[in-house]
């Protein structure tokens, strides 16, 4: 049948029609009220004033979330089996991704001002090396295969590979374009790159270090955010140029479905346990779908807080993170639940 794009236009039958005959997607329940679905836990005050955060990262072995504060030039290190803040670390002016690999009890920070990957050991948050990683280093991916490590550098067009045995920048790929985000699928060995400037999907070879196919993006505008779920290989892409969601089979590089998401989707996250989907938007919407065996229902649109674009989810828990720059006077992290 090809691509099939469900849009707002269309009638609730019509959509009905579609999702039935393609055994995809499943929206009955897409009109359900989504404020009875996530629900507020608490909100966190966080100091640094109000200016943008960024991605986050957990380390699931010691309950540990790290949340790049961009605008302050900070790292939040928060403990979240105390609901606290344990320190705030300096120092990081414009850090963008975060990635804590706890096996090599290590943080990775995307330090954009010093165009640099710092690296810190994760059990004494002291910075232990300095790397060059293109112009606007931004998200990260790991191979731990080969002990790589990919960093997106969004405004310089290139994917960094970073050797992190020897902190040694070893390649610098030249994608073609402006770089969204880079994720590792186990599946099939490969990194998968969001190429925003040319609308695509890039796979690389970590083994070679080359980039072995393009994959065009049809369904959505300038795909920046990136998901891969092992259990069902699936690709989910968020698209900001024109808010779509993109679902695409990792077995054969197929788009099977697209549907809309709140204006300028970031960061995606996703419960394992769960097997639920989020998708942040500049918007300060978080558009929340499950999937499961290989379908995928969307609950709702749910408004969490201005500029609520970077989310991470602990699938222990089933806790949502959101730091937020402004709630009343200051920022806070916002800690949600869904409710079943």
Not at 81 to 96: A, D, E, I, M, Y
Not at 264 to 283: I, R
Request: hydrophobic share 40%.
């Amino acid at each position: 049948m090809g691509l099939v794009k469900i849009t707002p236009a269309m009638s609730n039958l019509r959509r009905l029609i579609i999702y039935i005959f393609l055994g995809i997607f499943n929206f009955s329940s897409a009109l359900a009220d989504p404020a009875s679905f996530l629900r507020l836990q608490e909100d966190v005050p966080l100091t640094g004033g109000v200016s943008r955060f960024d991605y986050q990262t957990l380390d699931p072995q010691t309950g540990t979330l790290y949340i790049s504060h961009m605008g302050a030039g900070q790292i939040i290190v928060f403990n979240t089996l105390q609901g606290k803040v344990s320190t705030v670390l300096n120092g990081f002016p414009g850090v963008t991704g975060l990635l804590v690999i706890p096996e090599l009890h290590r943080l990775y920070a995307s330090v954009t001002r010093h165009h640099q990957v710092m690296v810190l050991d994760s059990q004494s948050l002291k910075t232990i090396a300095k790397i060059p990683a293109g112009h606007f280093p931004d998200g990260m991916a790991y191979v731990p295969e080969t002990r790589q490590l990919y960093v997106s550098d969004e405004m310089g067009g290139e994917v960094t590979v970073i050797d992190v045995s020897t902190n040694q920048r070893t390649a610098s790929l030249k994608m073609g374009g402006e770089v969204g985000n880079t994720r590792y699928d186990s599946g099939s060995h490969s990194v998968l790159v969001s190429v925003q400037g040319k609308n695509e999907l890039a796979v690389i070879d970590p083994r070679t270090e080359k980039i072995t196919n393009h994959i065009p993006i049809k369904g959505g505008k300038h795909p920046h955010g990136l998901y891969l779920d092992p259990n069902s290989h699936l690709a989910f892409i968020a698209c900001d140029g024109d808010e779509k969601l993109v679902v695409m089979d990792l077995n054969n590089f197929q788009e099977i479905g697209v549907t809309d998401v709140g204006k300028d989707p970031d960061v995606l996250a996703f419960d394992d346990n769960l097997g639920y989907l989020y998708v942040a938007s500049e918007s300060g919407v978080v558009s929340i779908f499950r999937v499961r065996d290989r379908k995928i229902e969307k609950f709702g649109d749910f408004p969490v807080g201005q500029n609520a674009h970077s989310v991470l989810v602990d699938s222990k828990t089933h806790l949502v993170y959101f730091p937020l720059r402004k709630v009343n006077k200051g920022p806070v992290l916002r800690i949600m639940k869904p409710a079943n």
